[in-house]
């Protein structure tokens, strides 16, 4: 699959297109039926199919507040391959960008740059300045620059499968209900950096401490049953280990920053400084709580290892 960082890295000879557009954090079970359509067109037309996305999120840009992220535009773009994704072209979404009208959109990235014969967006997509386009107009342009346009129907399970609601899910711990509308455990990921180091030589649970990129979706304190792994597996190791992972503050040890630590079951042996990592979030355990002394933390720490192993259904 290819990748394209802005409208300059596309080649001058790229021909027809099939082409989703959308933000796509996340990229849930409702992007995923806008990507399903996209291929659908794609194999009908005998068309690659390009997907557009933006970074940063647009809101950072017309509002100058970044909604918590569920998938980094690396994590995005990797997920788009499986789903049918031919090339993704990366909008750096700014001012200048916000401020094109909905024709002058078209024009530039559809038509002049990926020759697009098939849209697909979902049926609450919008463009151009002050959000003044939608399907509808897309459809009118559609027809005078030789495009069709397809508005996908909203995916709903109960209510309607957004990013939104998905962050809110994840705000309340409830990461089983984030996977159900992803399609896959939600995903953190960072390098592993060195903490207080008390999971080791105090409490007997060595965690990775992982060093997030800002603005990342980080479900709500407490810990959950997951899985830690290596975002560059190496040939012949280990790179996938079922883990019992902490979001908080360690209120027992009176402590002020958020961080997010995995303990890989029942290994001390692991030497992950400077290795990005991923760590999924499967299921919560627990709440985040604070402890008298450390006695009672750690027999706590070890109900939550018995209850992550019953939970990942490892030994």
Not at 69 to 92: F, N
Not at 191 to 216: C, K, Q, S, Y
Not at 236 to 258: C, H, K, L, M, Y
Request: hydrophobic share 45%.
């Amino acid at each position: 699959m290819r990748r394209w960082d802005g409208l300059e890295d596309i080649p001058s000879d790229w021909g027809r297109s099939v082409v989703a557009i959308g933000v796509f954090d996340g990229v849930h079970r409702g992007h995923q039926a806008i990507l399903e359509s996209a291929r659908a067109h794609g194999r009908e037309l005998g068309l690659p199919v390009v997907v557009v996305t933006f970074d940063p999120h647009p809101q950072k840009v017309l509002r100058g507040v970044t909604p918590p992220v569920l998938t980094p535009v690396e994590h995005r773009v990797a997920l788009m391959e499986p789903l049918g994704a031919d090339a993704v072209c990366v909008l750096p979404f700014s001012g200048e960008l916000s401020s094109l009208s909905a024709e002058e959109f078209v024009q530039r990235v559809l038509v002049d740059r990926l020759g697009t014969a098939a849209v697909v967006v979902g049926e609450d997509f919008r463009f151009g300045h002050r959000a003044a386009g939608n399907v509808a107009v897309l459809a009118d342009l559609g027809e005078k620059y030789d495009f069709t346009a397809d508005g996908v129907r909203l995916v709903a399970e109960g209510d309607t499968i957004t990013s939104t609601r998905i962050r809110g899910l994840l705000d309340e711990g409830d990461v089983a209900a984030a996977a159900e509308l992803l399609g896959r455990p939600h995903r953190v990921s960072g390098e592993i950096v060195h903490g207080a180091a008390r999971g080791r030589e105090l409490l007997g649970f060595p965690t990775a401490n992982a060093d997030l990129p800002p603005d990342t979706a980080v479900p709500g304190d407490g810990v959950y049953a997951g899985w830690l792994s290596r975002l560059a597996p190496v040939e012949g190791q280990e790179s996938r280990w079922p883990a019992a992972i902490s979001v908080g503050t360690n209120p027992t040890f009176d402590g002020a920053e958020r961080t997010v630590e995995a303990y890989a079951l029942d290994r001390d042996d692991l030497e992950l400084y400077g290795l990005r990592m991923a760590v999924d979030f499967t299921a919560r355990i627990r709440g985040q709580e604070r402890f008298d002394d450390i006695e009672e933390l750690i027999v706590a720490m070890r109900r939550d290892v018995d209850r992550c192993r019953e939970v990942l259904g490892v030994a």
